[in-house]
C-alpha cells in the first residue's frame, strides 16, 4: 500500500466547476501535510500547507482530519489556469512522502 | 523564498556513463534534497545532503550508484553512476523553507531531465 494515496485521475471539468481532491495516509506519525501543484515538465510549487483547523486561501479549501487519515483539496470556480496536477504530500521529520498526484483538466 | 538553480537542465546519455547534477542554492541551508521522478510518476526521496556529513539515503538508494557531495550550505551535488535507461528521470534538489522543522515546506528546483539511451 502507498503511503500517501490520492485518488485517480485525470478530473476533466468545465471552467467554473467546483473539484474536490481527496487523500489518505497511512503513518500516522506523518507530522505536517501540503498540496502542491505540478505543471507539465515544471517542478512542484507548494500550493498551501493543510491544518487540522481547515484553512482557505482564495478559491482553495484544505481540510485535514487526523483521526481518519485523510487530507481534501477543494477548488471553487475553477479556472483554466488551474489545469495541472495536484499532489498531495505528507512530511515526516525531514523527509516529503508524495501521493502519485492527481491530473486536473479545466475546459472552457 | 529559497532560489534553487539546477545544471544541467536536461541531457542525454549514453549507458554506462555517469552524469553529475548541481543544485545551487541563494542562501544557507543546513539539508538539502535529492528526489528523482521517474516518467508518469510522483517524486521519491533519494537522500537527504548536510554539510560536513555524509548522506543518508532511502531505502532502495545506494551510495555507489548516487554519490552526492555537500562541500558547503549553498550547493550540492547528485551522480547517478553506471546509467541506464532505467535511470531516465526528472532529478530535482530541494530545500526546506525556512527552519527546516517537520511543520516547513520544501521549495524544488527547476530539475535535471535525464535520458539514458
Known amino acids: 500500500r502507498k503511503e500517501v494515496e490520492q485518488d485517480p485521475g485525470p478530473f476533466n471539468v468545465p471552467e467554473g466547476a467546483t473539484v474536490a481532491f481527496n487523500c489518505t495516509y497511512s503513518?500516522?506519525?506523518?507530522?505536517?501535510f501540503f498540496w502542491y501543484r505540478q505543471d507539465c515538465r515544471k517542478e512542484p510549487k507548494l500550493l498551501m500547507s493543510?491544518?487540522?483547523s481547515g484553512n482557505e486561501d482564495g478559491r482553495f479549501t484544505a481540510q485535514l482530519n487526523r483521526a481518519s487519515q485523510y487530507i481534501s483539496l477543494l477548488i471553487r470556480d475553477s479556472k483554466l489556469s488551474d489545469s495541472a496536477t495536484y499532489l498531495c504530500?505528507?512530511?515526516?521529520?525531514?523527509?516529503?512522502?508524495f501521493g502519485q498526484g492527481t491530473e486536473l483538466s479545466v475546459k472552457p | 523564498s529559497a532560489v534553487i538553480s539546477q545544471k544541467p537542465s536536461r541531457d542525454i546519455c549514453q549507458r554506462g556513463t555517469s552524469l553529475t547534477i548541481q543544485c545551487q542554492v541563494d542562501?544557507?541551508?543546513?539539508?538539502m534534497f535529492w528526489y528523482r521522478q521517474q516518467p508518469g510518476q510522483s517524486l521519491t526521496l533519494i537522500a537527504t545532503?548536510?554539510?560536513?556529513?555524509?548522506?543518508?539515503?532511502e531505502s532502495g538508494f545506494v551510495i555507489d550508484k548516487f554519490p552526492i557531495s555537500r562541500p558547503n550550505l549553498t550547493f550540492s551535488t547528485l551522480t547517478v553512476s553506471n546509467m541506464s535507461p532505467e535511470d531516465s528521470s526528472i532529478y530535482l534538489c530541494?530545500?526546506?523553507?525556512?527552519?527546516?522543522?517537520?511543520?516547513?515546506?520544501?521549495?524544488f528546483g527547476p530539475g535535471t531531465r535525464l535520458t539514458v539511451l
Open positions: 530541494s530545500v526546506d523553507a525556512a527552519s527546516g522543522s517537520t511543520w516547513d515546506t520544501q521549495y
Open positions: 503513518n500516522s506519525a506523518s507530522q505536517s
Open positions: 493543510v491544518y487540522s
Open positions: 504530500v505528507a512530511r515526516q521529520g525531514g523527509k516529503l512522502i
Open positions: 542562501s544557507q541551508v543546513t539539508m
Open positions: 545532503a548536510n554539510q560536513g556529513s555524509e548522506a543518508t539515503y
